[in-house]
């Protein structure tokens, strides 16, 4: 999956858009309908199912504890639990492109204007302790009657959910609980056993799997629960791999759409290898604390040989030396012939104690070619 900048057009083409449709007021400054710049900004946004990742981010940013997607037909139901959103802020967002908004709203207003205005997708908006509902029907905007919802609610309709859930799978290091269709986004990879999954620290989460065929450690920037930029780690060429989502202050991307692709700053990739060290030694702790130092269990046939030794030892010195030294080397034999086997539950832990030791000593580097980067 990849955000292309051919296919969107460039900054200065917005601006020659913008500059056509301004007109010079009385003072001989040009000035702009708001509506007409928000044509224009939303014929400028993000393409396709795109927009879902922008609510996304307007939940986590917005301080929602928790996120819902659910579909009926070709409509999405999404509800965010704890944004305070006001009505006359939303608005003022929404048709007012000069006003600064916060960034929940900022993302949110960037979803709406793809979305509804961009590709004219009708939506409602509303939230507990509004006295309106907002509505776009695809041309015009109203102001219903509100409906008492027990959360921030956004209905918008002619969405494909294929492509939508496809686009989301960007969001599954989403810090807040997120169900799409009833099941959780935060998933591992296809066809692979998820052996940890979790946060080592505030600002990182990691996912570590065990599959036969093996794969790629890959670490990718976050940006508000979002997915913006993606590298190849060093390959370990082992059946243990991972996925590590920083969130660091310095990255800018938000896939806003406004500005031409640009790659992330050098000066932020550098920091990965201390972050990554730091974060193995702790992931390390944490399995240590979560399972303990496992001890391998015996085969049941391993006890019958160890007690052989003792009873060829006691014979040696108690009665008949030949005879116990007999049964003492047959016990030996036994032991050899007979090693104590792991079970696969315990054998996959301790490699994964084993490889999460070995990642917190060896340089981390990332590749020079970005999978996937989005727009500042």
């Known amino acids: 999956m990849s955000l292309d900048p051919g296919e969107n057009p460039s900054l200065d083409g917005m601006l020659e858009a913008l500059a056509e449709e ?93 979305a509804g205005f961009g590709q004219q997708k009708p939506f409602t908006l509303e939230a507990p302790g509004w006295d309106r509902r907002l509505r776009w029907d695809g041309r015009h905007f109203h102001r219903d ?18 492509p939508l859930k496809k686009v989301l799978r960007l969001a599954k290091s989403c810090p807040i609980p997120f169900s799409v269709a009833g099941v959780s986004l935060n998933r591992g990879r296809p066809r692979a056993h998820v052996l940890f999954s979790g946060y080592p620290r505030a600002d990182l989460f990691c ?88 001890e391998p269990p015996r085969r049941n046939n391993i006890s019958f040989w160890e007690s052989t030794i003792v009873v060829g030892a006691i014979t040696m010195l108690a009665t008949d030396p030949a005879f116990g030294g007999v049964i003492l080397l047959a016990g030996v034999l036994g032991t050899r012939l007979n090693p104590p086997k792991v079970s696969p539950g315990i054998r996959r832990h301790q490699e994964l104690i084993d490889y999460v030791a070995t990642l917190k000593e060896e340089p981390w580097q990332l590749s020079d070619s970005v999978l996937l980067i989005g727009f500042e």
């Not at 997915?227 to 938000?254: A, H, I, M, P, Q």
Request: charged residues 25%.
């Open 22 to 114: 301004a007109r010079r007021d009385s003072s001989g400054s040009f000035t702009l309908d708001p509506r007409k710049a928000i044509e224009k900004f939303a014929a400028f946004q993000l393409s396709g199912s795109f927009w879902g990742l922008k609510v996304v981010q307007a939940a986590v940013a917005g301080g929602a504890s928790s996120m819902e997607l659910a579909f009926r037909g070709d409509q999405t139901i999404w509800k965010l639990k704890g944004p305070g959103w006001n009505c006359g802020e939303v608005e003022r967002a929404l048709w007012h492109p000069e006003t600064k908004a916060e960034a929940g709203l900022h993302h949110l207003r960037i979803a709406l204007w793809s």
């Open 145 to 162: 009657s509100a409906t008492h919802c027990a959360t921030v609610e956004l209905r918008v309709s002619g969405v494909d959910a294929s």
């Open 207 to 294: 996912q570590l799997f065990c599959a036969p065929e093996g794969g790629l450690r890959l670490f990718h920037w976050v940006k508000d629960g979002v997915v913006v930029g993606t590298y190849c780690l060093e390959d370990d060429r082992s059946n243990l791999y991972c996925d590590w989502y920083f969130t660091d202050s310095k990255v800018t991307t938000d896939l806003s759409g406004l500005s031409l692709i640009s790659p992330l700053e050098p000066e932020v990739i550098s920091t990965t290898n201390q972050m990554l060290a730091e974060s193995t030694s702790r992931l390390h702790e944490l399995l240590l604390e979560r399972e303990g130092d496992p």
